[in-house]
């Protein structure tokens, strides 16, 4: 009897890896809930680039479209400059090497962001370490709809990652230019649905 309840102990203390892979990964505030407010990093996110930092939306910049969830949304800009924001966010467990998973999230654009005004990408990278882009996990097409709409992120990181940075991006090369883009309604991350 007393080793039954000395393994039962050790299970529950100890979970087997299979438990722990099925794990749900939640992100804090991913909503990005806050007072509205320009140059202002949403309540459990950090900035990545030195000097620029998000908007909490709607209400500042022109933009004052209906979040997708909850009240607000961040805003992420590039500029003619070369210059461009992006947020991070230690999740509360590692993501393996070589797993699967997946999360969803809702993107728009504002076409009244001040002059900030033109379609970008959005990239979502995986690190190790607080805005270390270590590995590319998603690079959208330009988004150049004014409505909010749902994009899914499959993904097998190559390193353990324990960050994600979401980047607002133009492209490559010498040719800027000043666009934002909207993100909201961040899905909890789970393991892929084994086959």
Known sequence: MKLSLFAILLISFFPSPRLQAQRIIHFDNPSFEGEPADATVPVGWL???????????????????????????????????????????????????????????????????????????LRVWGSSYKCEKKQLLLETDFVDHAFWKSYEVDFYPKVPVNYIIFEAFYQEGPYRHPGNILIDNLSPIKRCPRA
């Open 47 to 121: 900035p990545c680039e030195e000097g620029t930092t998000p908007d909490i939306l709607p209400g500042f910049w022109g933009v004052y479209q209906e979040a997708s969830e909850g009240d607000t949304y961040v805003g992420l800009i590039t500029r003619g400059d070369g210059t461009w924001e992006s947020i991070t966010q230690r999740l509360d467990a590692t993501l393996s090497p070589e797993e699967c998973y997946k999360f969803t999230m809702d993107l728009a654009r504002s076409a009244t962001y001040n002059q900030y005004n033109r379609p970008i990408k």
